[in-house]
């Protein structure tokens, strides 16, 4: 079975730029979440969303953005783009939202952003 | 504010040691903690725990969580260099929100 796949691997956008990324769940999760890892921290936790509706966010500012399609894939749009956006960027699908039993998150490779 | 610290932040052991990994949480509203393994990208799923006092165990790792002075810690017994990685440790509230520390880097030497 695929697991959680996110394209692309990797990316260099310089600042000002905008910037997409997909990510697209295990078959049969309906629940996308979205994080951003800078190098020797922690992910840092952006979106979650659930049956196309955003369920939780972050501590991120409006530049950021994502939307989950009918099939639960996912993106996440980065306007405005800043030297500090660089950073791994990852996806995690889980079975559902609200049971701890569904909720169990799968993470994806994740996508590099580099930021010029 | 909402916080998850691990402890330490690098380890090295050799091979067969016995290492404790530590995680102190302040987040208000919390329903369960997990830990992850991270060796390049993915973090990994290790374990969910949601009551205190209750041993979660796979081969060689176990954890255990602690409700009242808020804290887990997650053992790995027999370490061999295939355990080389990075521990995360994320809360999880109930408003659905995720807390992850910064991870602890533990290094299994032959």
């Known amino acids: 079975d695929a697991g959680v796949t996110q394209s692309p691997t990797h990316l260099i956008k310089t600042r000002g730029q905008h910037v997409t990324l997909r990510c697209s769940p295990i078959?049969?999760?309906?629940?996308v979440s979205w994080y951003q890892q800078v190098l020797g921290q922690g992910p840092q936790f952006i979106f979650q969303?659930?049956?196309?509706?955003?369920?939780g966010r972050g501590n991120f500012p409006d530049r950021f953005s994502a939307r989950q399609f009918p099939n639960y894939s996912s993106e996440l749009n980065v306007n405005a783009l800043l030297l500090g956006d660089s950073a791994l960027y990852l996806c995690?699908?889980?079975?559902?939202?609200?049971?701890?039993?569904?909720?169990?998150?799968?993470f994806g490779p994740g996508t590099r952003l580099t930021v010029l | 504010e909402d916080k998850v610290v691990q402890s330490p932040l690098s380890l090295v052991v050799h091979e067969g040691d016995t290492v404790t990994l530590n995680c102190s949480y302040e987040v208000t509203n919390f329903r369960s903690l997990l830990w992850y393994k991270q060796e390049k990208k993915a973090p990994t799923f290790l374990f969910m725990l949601t009551s205190s006092g209750i041993e979660k165990k796979s081969g060689r790792l176990s954890s255990i969580l602690d409700k009242k002075e808020l804290f887990s810690i997650l053992n790995i017994t027999a370490t061999q260099t295939g355990d080389s990685a990075v521990y995360l440790c994320a809360v999880r509230n109930t408003g659905n929100q995720f807390y992850f520390g910064t991870g602890t880097s533990l290094t299994v030497i032959p």
């Open positions: 995690a699908s889980s079975l559902a939202w609200g049971s701890d039993l569904t909720d169990t998150q799968y």
């Open positions: 969303y659930y049956e196309k509706e955003e369920r």
């Open positions: 078959s049969g999760h309906k629940s």
